[in-house]
């Protein structure tokens, strides 16, 4: 299953059009990138860039530091997928 990332419309609007073309257009990542009229994160769409990633908020005060904090986490979720569990 790919990893979801999803943005809202009027964030993208605001903030993070830069975010969403980079991820859509990295050719390293395999993602899917979707826009919702509202995440319901008002107060944070109003005042910076954000994203959600599986479903977790991701917050920065820029795009690009938005989008390195969506590519670590997307690392990190990646990196726990791959752990060995003992059964």
Known sequence: ??????????NVSSYTQSV??????????????LEYGCLGYCGECYMQPFALVN????QAETAEELLTKIKNKL?????????????
């Open 1 to 10: 299953m790919k990893p979801l990332v999803e943005f809202c419309a009027s």
């Open 20 to 33: 969403v073309d980079a991820l859509e257009n990295d050719p390293e990542l395999d993602v899917d990138v």
């Open 55 to 58: 479903g977790n908020l991701v």
């Open 75 to 87: 690392r990190e979720e990646d990196e726990m997928m791959n752990l060995d569990f003992p059964l």
